[in-house]
């Protein structure tokens, strides 16, 4: 086990390293530096900043030097001294701005995957063992809608809905008393009537996937001998089936977990900014309109290592629960 | 060695003749559907299980549908997609009647519509004068255009005669300045639905070769590329495209950036491809008629393209319409947010945008419509794709 996880470790690098590269690259896509956009930008506001300060800078982000070194400098400012450089429009270290978002976004997609798995796998059991019900043709009409309606436009539909019946303007996290509240238990009781509502958006999107997928492993595994064996053994029905059946089909599902991160935090971008949530969607989507870049580019950085570690934490947990895969070699 | 599909074993005991006299002779014989099948062609097998997939037929003609009025977008629309009118600012969709108030019937007709404010909220209200009858014609002559930037006309497949400053018909209301939404949608779908098309192409392209290269070489470029494709799909993509995408200069014109952003689209989007064409390839190479080619000194690429490919390929066209919903998803999103196509180009995701302001919304919820149009083709693809792919196998169950 100590092997594999190792293993899995040293494949991660090589992949860190390229997130960072591309990453990297994005920042410099813009044209001209971003130190001469600090300083166009100062100046028009009227501020003058003196040349040894410019100087410090350039020398500190290695502006004007060869791409690699430049490369160098930024990437071992955030491994040595978490150093992401600095945000020009917010003028303050991006490091500043990021973590609370961050820590947003992960709460947000962790607790998004319990609530997806808490509906998709009964309800995928539910309609693989009553077949051609009409619960499962409901089930399966629902899924295909939510495969079809992606969740920033069922957030559109939600803010209307809610303010057409019930005059409610329901974007944000919290009500307008609350917005500027320092926290207390009101405020998070306040969060918690909303949040729920970004949280079911996304369920949904990821549940129709997962509840087409478990029901079509589920049928091919409930027509195998052993389910015959058991039953002939006489298991109860509901022993029967959730204690091998559904576990044979949950296996490639939590194998591609990894992927489900990538797509949760893909979609999360988008319903945030809909429904204005302050996680790292919104704030990315301001500082790419604004040519922040070293802003989004540690976004960019720090969401894509974030769901390849996701990727591997799941990985590790999968080989823990099947040891075939821990032992393929 | 055990042959895996059923033609095989049948093979050596029933050789049928080929020619098509001798075997429309014999399928004319063979009365029983069930006795045809074994004499049918495959693109027949195939043709007989997609229609079992009633879904997906349907979807063939809402997809059929859709293109139609893509191709035809000039025609379609009646009015022109930037004619604004303050006097028809956020009006709700036009009713279309077939009888009057007495019960007359008059063919579709809409009446004259009356605006007024709210004395209160300022807020425009808009009621329908039932003493003024506008007859709905179909082919009327209106706003001149010209069709594929080539064809003069002005002739519109629905709408009424009086021009639109006297009065306008809106299927699908009017927006914040007063376009028809209607005419927008139908407009905006040339490029969300041809953007899907293109950048499924494009992304064709690399899948083919890469994938192609993964799993006919195998070895070091299989396990170089199948990195390549885990470490694509294990990040999150959308805030990829969205700095691919910004990162696009605000200067360019509409198709340049029509192709930037396809080629962003696909050059994340090859990965599903690549795995399809890889996963048939390792399945076809170790088949017998392949071995059977080689042994017969035929070149490398003869047995890409002539044997392998196209027993594979309607896997990939399977794979093709299941990867379009993808790239009109993603496109919407990225110009709803502003960072894709950009006014005056028009695709859903730039009519999304309107829906961004929630007084919109809330005045006038038909701006959401075009969200409709993109939910609608994405199942479309969908199910097509799945009927499609049950299809490309007919010899399975």
Not at chain 1, 102 to 107: C, E, Q, R, S
Not at chain 1, 186 to 196: E, P, S, Y
Not at chain 2, 31 to 57: D, I, S, T
Not at chain 2, 164 to 191: E, K, P
Request: aromatic share 12%; glycine share 8%; with cysteine.
């Amino acid at each position: 086990m100590a092997r594999y996880i190792l293993r899995r470790i040293l494949y991660m690098i090589p992949t860190l390293f390229v997130i960072s590269i591309i990453s990297f690259i994005i920042i410099q896509l813009p044209p001209g530096d971003f130190l001469t956009t600090y300083v166009a930008t100062l100046r028009q506001q009227g501020e003058d900043i003196d040349a040894s300060a410019i100087n410090a800078l350039r020398e500190q982000y290695g502006l004007g030097q060869p791409v690699y070194i430049q490369y160098g400098k930024w990437i071992s400012n955030i491994l040595l001294h978490g150093d992401f450089g600095l945000s020009f429009e917010w003028r303050r270290p991006v490091s500043e701005l990021i973590w609370g978002r961050l820590g947003l976004t992960v709460f947000i997609s962790l607790v998004t995957i319990l609530v997806t798995w808490i509906i998709a796998i009964p309800a995928a059991v539910y309609v693989a063992t009553h077949q051609y019900s009409f619960l499962d043709y409901l089930i399966s009409f629902i899924s295909f809608v939510g495969l079809g309606t992606p969740g920033f436009l069922v957030a559109l539909v939600y803010l209307w809905f809610m303010l057409e019946f019930f005059g409610v303007n329901a974007s944000g996290l919290f009500t307008d008393q609350f917005i500027n509240a320092p926290w207390s238990l009101a405020k998070v009781q306040n969060m918690l009537g909303r949040i729920w509502a970004p949280i079911l958006i996304l369920a949904l999107d990821n549940t129709a996937g997962i509840i087409r997928t478990v029901r079509a492993n589920l049928l091919d595994e409930l027509n195998r001998p052993y389910v015959e064996t058991a039953r002939a053994k006489g298991l109860t029905e509901r022993a029967l089936v959730w204690k091998y059946p559904v576990r044979v089909a949950l296996n490639p599902f939590f194998s591609t977990v990894g992927w489900t991160l990538a797509a949760l935090i893909s979609g999360e971008t988008l319903v945030a900014v809909v429904l204005n949530i302050q996680t790292s969607g919104p704030l990315l989507l301001r500082a790419l309109q604004s040519q922040d870049m070293y802003l989004a580019g540690a976004f960019v950085l720090l969401l894509s290592a974030l769901t390849v570690i996701g990727t591997l934490l799941s990985d590790i947990l999968l080989a823990w629960a099947d040891p075939r895969i821990r032992l393929e070699g | 060695m055990v042959p895996k599909h059923g033609e095989q074993t049948l093979a050596p005991e029933v050789s049928i003749p080929s020619t098509p006299a001798v075997q429309a002779e014999l399928a004319g014989a063979l009365k029983e559907k069930g006795e045809q099948v074994y004499v049918a062609p495959q693109w027949k097998l195939m043709y007989w299980k997609f229609l079992k997939h009633r879904m997906a037929v349907a979807s063939v003609f809402v997809l059929a549908f859709f293109y139609l009025v893509a191709i035809f977008c000039e025609v379609v629309a009646p009015y022109n997609p930037e004619t604004f009118s303050t006097r028809y600012t956020l009006a709700p969709p036009t009713r279309v009647h077939f009888f009057d108030q007495a019960g007359t019937f008059h063919g579709p007709f809409v009446y004259g519509v009356k605006r007024d404010r709210d004395p209160e909220t300022l807020r425009p209200l808009f009621a329908e004068d039932k003493s003024v009858i506008y007859p709905l014609g179909f082919f009327v002559r209106g706003t001149p255009y010209q069709l594929w930037g080539t064809f003069e006309s002005e002739l519109h497949l629905f709408g009424i005669s009086a021009p639109i400053d006297q009065q306008g018909v809106f299927l699908f209301g009017a927006d914040r300045l007063g376009r028809d939404v209607f005419s927008r949608i139908v407009y905006g779908a040339r490029i969300s639905l041809s953007i899907g098309l293109v950048g499924v192409f494009l992304s064709l392209i690399l899948g083919i070769v890469l994938g192609g290269i993964s799993g006919y070489y195998g070895g070091v470029a299989d396990n170089i590329i199948q990195r390549m494709i885990e470490f694509i799909r294990s990040i999150p993509s959308i805030p990829l495209w969205m700095a691919l995408s910004a990162a696009l200069p605000p200067t360019w014109p509409v198709v340049r950036v029509y192709f930037g952003i396809t080629v962003i689209l696909s050059l994340i989007g090859w990965t599903g491809m690549a795995r399809v064409v890889r996963g048939r390839f390792l399945a076809l190479r170790e088949e017998d008629f392949v071995l059977a080619a080689r042994l017969q000194g035929a070149s490398e690429m003869r047995v890409i393209m002539v044997h392998m490919v196209p027993s594979f390929l309607s896997y990939i066209i399977a794979a093709l319409t299941l990867a379009i919903p993808g790239m009109i998803l993603a496109e919407t999103g990225l110009s709803f947010l502003g960072l894709g196509l950009r006014a005056p180009a028009i695709s859903w995701g730039v009519l999304l945008q309107e829906a961004q302001n929630l007084r919109s919304v809330a005045l006038a919820p038909w701006v959401l419509l075009p969200g409709a149009a993109v939910v609608v083709s994405i199942l479309a693809f969908n199910f097509l794709g799945d009927g499609l792919r049950d299809a490309a196998d007919p010899y399975a169950r």
